[in-house]
């Protein structure tokens, strides 16, 4: 009787754990903290203070019964960035709600954002900026030419916004994406960024220096449909 019991007790309380579904985001996760990156507006301040640096932050949701998300907080905000943490939530997508014997529940999500902070600063003196060798069209149309646009059921407007490097020598390092509204094409981005030839350096004085830029990569995928 006694184990009879037992098996009984076990059975219930496996059945009760695997009716209870964990809240989830409704795209691919990392689009998701990709996306809130992208949409969170780091004030002056905060950009000069983390240049070249990772912005960690502690993000915690809480996931209501519709999926909506209510009041997210940032754990220990000495930057007071909450407030532009709710108009970047309020862009994102809803959740799949936490259910519990299939009715949907409130519940709590914590997770680690983290936010590359590029360095805006520029070189007032330099006499003249890094360029493309063979200029700026012409290196678009050869971006275009190594892209591989992802599988879209729809057409896009995809616009991704580059920081990197350029060395003396030219050579383009340090590659980041700092905004993107596709971040499925993040990685491709930089993989042809990394492909491209080399740069004129900046110079000042007549001397290469080493300078950062941010270049804006647009562009317009239209899906063919067969009739």
Aim: proline share 6%; aromatic share 6%.
């Amino acid at each position: 009787m006694k184990n009879t019991l037992l098996l009984i007790l076990l059975a219930f309380s496996f059945q009760t754990n695997a009716q209870t579904v964990e809240a989830s985001t409704t795209i691919p996760t990392n689009e998701y903290l990709d996306l809130l990156a992208s949409n969170l507006e780091i004030p002056d301040a905060v950009q000069q203070k983390f240049a070249n640096q990772d912005l960690n932050l502690t993000i915690v949701l809480t996931i209501t019964k519709d999926g909506s998300v209510f009041n997210p907080k940032i754990q220990n905000d000495s930057l007071q960035l909450e407030s532009n943490l709710k108009k970047a939530i309020e862009k994102l997508p809803k959740w799949n709600p936490k259910t519990e014997d299939g009715v949907a529940v409130v519940s709590r999500k914590a997770f680690n954002l983290s936010i590359f902070i590029p360095n805006k600063e520029i070189h007032t003196s330099t006499n003249e900026v890094a360029t493309p060798e063979q200029g700026i069209e012409a290196f678009y149309i050869q971006f275009i030419r190594k892209f591989n646009a992802p599988k879209l059921s729809n057409n896009r407007d995809i616009e991704v916004y580059v920081a990197f490097s350029i060395e003396k020598d030219g050579s383009l390092t340090d590659i980041k994406i700092v905004e993107s509204n596709a971040p499925s094409v993040n990685n491709e981005v930089i993989r042809v960024m990394k492909l491209m030839p080399k740069w004129n350096p900046a110079t000042e004085n007549g001397v290469p220096i080493r300078s950062e830029s941010l270049l804006p990569i647009k562009i317009k995928v239209k899906i063919n449909k067969e009739p």
